[in-house]
C-alpha cells in the first residue's frame, strides 16, 4: 500500500472509551478536511469498541466504552468528565442513596439512565448487543455521520474484567473486583496484582468484527489501554488472528507520553502483567506482525524519540510525533502521521 495509490475506503479502529472516542473524533475532522492522506468524508469507520468494561447496576446493563464513543461522536458527551451525559442531572442517584442502595460509588445520571433502560429493555426482548447498539446509534451517529460510520461492540457475549488487589483481611491475601469497581471507587490508587477477563475464552467476536478487519484498508490502534481496552477486544478468538492475516497495514498510537499515560491507568495496567511503562515496550507488548505481533507502525509522542531505534530492531516502523489530543486538529495531525507511517515508502 503506497501513499501514491492508495485510498482509504474503510478504516476499522479497535477502541476504548475516552482515548479512542477522542481520537475518533479527530479522525473524522481529518477525513473530512482532507488532512489525512487518502481519506474523505465518504470513508467509512467502523468502530470495534471494548465491551469487558461492561456490567450490570441496579438492574441496567451499562456499556462504559460504547457509551463514550456513541456520545462523543454524538455530540452529547459531558466533555470535561469525558464520560456521560452532558448538562446531566442526578436525582435519581440521590434518591438510591438515600434508600441505602449499593453500590453508592457508582452513579447513573438521570439522562444516562434512558440509554441503559432502552439497552436493558432490548437485550430481555431477545435482541442481542450488535442490534441493541445499531438502535442506539440512529439517534446518536446516523444524523451527522449517516452510514460513514458503524460502532460495533467486541462481542455479543458477556465478558467482564476483574482486577485482583492486596486485601490483607483475606485468607488468600488478595481479593478480586470488577474493574468499575477498580477504576470508580478504588481510584486505580492500589496496585493491580493480576487482571482477569472473565468468559473471554468462550466469546465470539460480534457479527461484523471480523469482516470489518478483513475488509479495511487501515486498521488502527488508538491512544486506548493497551490491556483493558485494545487487548481485551485483541483478546476475544479469531479478533488477533484476523488482525494479522489482514492485508491492510496496522498502525497504533501510543497511550503513554514520557513517564506514564495521558490518561486513565495504562500505567497499573501494564505493571499488572509485567510490562515496562513506556510507549517504545507497549509498542514491543503488541509486537511487528512479521514476529507475529498485530503492528506495522507505532507513532511515539516527541518525547519519546530516543525510543525508536528500539522499536525499529523489534521490526516496527516508528516515528515521533506530538501526540497530546489539545483539539481536533492536533488530532487529526495524529491521524494523519499514523496513516503517512504505514502508507508511505519504506
Not at 152 to 173: K, N, Q
Amino acid at each position: 500500500m503506497s501513499s501514491s495509490a492508495s485510498t482509504l475506503r474503510r478504516i476499522t479502529v479497535l477502541s476504548g472509551g475516552v482515548g479512542g472516542a477522542r481520537f475518533l473524533q479527530g479522525l473524522f475532522h481529518g477525513l473530512r478536511s482532507g488532512v489525512v492522506p487518502g481519506g474523505s468524508a465518504d470513508t467509512e469507520v467502523t468502530v470495534v469498541a471494548n465491551t469487558a468494561d461492561d456490567w450490570w447496576i441496579h438492574g441496567l446493563k451499562v456499556c462504559p466504552d460504547l457509551d463514550t464513543v456513541m456520545y462523543t461522536l454524538g455530540d452529547g458527551i459531558d466533555v470535561e468528565r469525558g464520560w456521560g451525559r452532558r448538562d446531566e442531572t442526578w436525582s435519581t442517584r440521590t434518591e438510591l442513596e438515600a434508600y441505602g442502595v449499593e453500590p453508592t460509588w457508582f452513579g447513573l445520571g438521570d439522562r444516562d439512565i434512558a440509554t441503559h433502560l432502552v439497552r436493558t429493555q432490548m437485550l430481555e426482548a431477545g435482541y442481542t448487543l450488535s442490534q441493541v447498539t445499531e438502535a442506539l446509534c440512529r439517534r446518536w451517529l446516523a444524523p451527522a455521520y449517516g452510514a460513514s460510520v458503524r460502532l460495533l461492540p467486541m462481542s455479543d457475549d458477556r465478558v467482564e474484567t476483574h482486577v485482583a488487589v492486596a486485601d490483607p483481611d483475606s485468607p488468600s491475601g488478595r481479593r478480586v473486583v470488577h474493574f468499575q469497581e477498580y477504576w470508580v471507587r478504588l481510584r486505580a490508587a492500589v496496585a493491580a496484582e493480576a487482571v482477569l477477563v472473565v468468559g473471554q475464552d468462550a466469546a465470539t467476536p460480534a457479527p461484523g468484527v471480523l469482516e470489518a478487519v478483513a475488509e479495511a484498508d487501515l486498521v488502527v490502534l488508538p491512544p486506548s489501554n493497551p490491556v483493558v481496552s485494545v487487548g481485551t477486544i485483541l483478546g476475544v478468538p479469531g479478533v488477533r488472528d484476523a488482525v494479522r492475516a489482514t492485508s491492510a497495514p496496522v498502525v497504533g498510537l501510543s497511550p503513554i507520553v514520557g513517564p506514564s499515560h495521558v490518561h486513565g491507568m495504562a500505567a497499573q495496567m501494564l505493571a499488572s502483567i509485567g510490562v515496562e511503562v513506556s510507549a517504545g515496550a507497549v509498542g514491543e507488548h503488541y509486537g511487528a506482525r512479521a514476529a507475529g505481533g498485530v503492528l506495522n507502525g507505532w507513532l511515539v509522542d516527541e518525547r519519546d524519540a530516543a525510543q525508536l531505534s528500539r522499536l525499529e530492531q523489534a521490526g516496527i516502523r516508528a516515528a515521533a510525533v506530538p501526540l497530546m489530543m489539545s483539539d481536533h486538529d492536533a488530532t487529526a495531525a495524529m491521524a494523519a502521521a499514523a496513516v503517512s507511517l504505514v502508507t508511505a515508502p519504506a
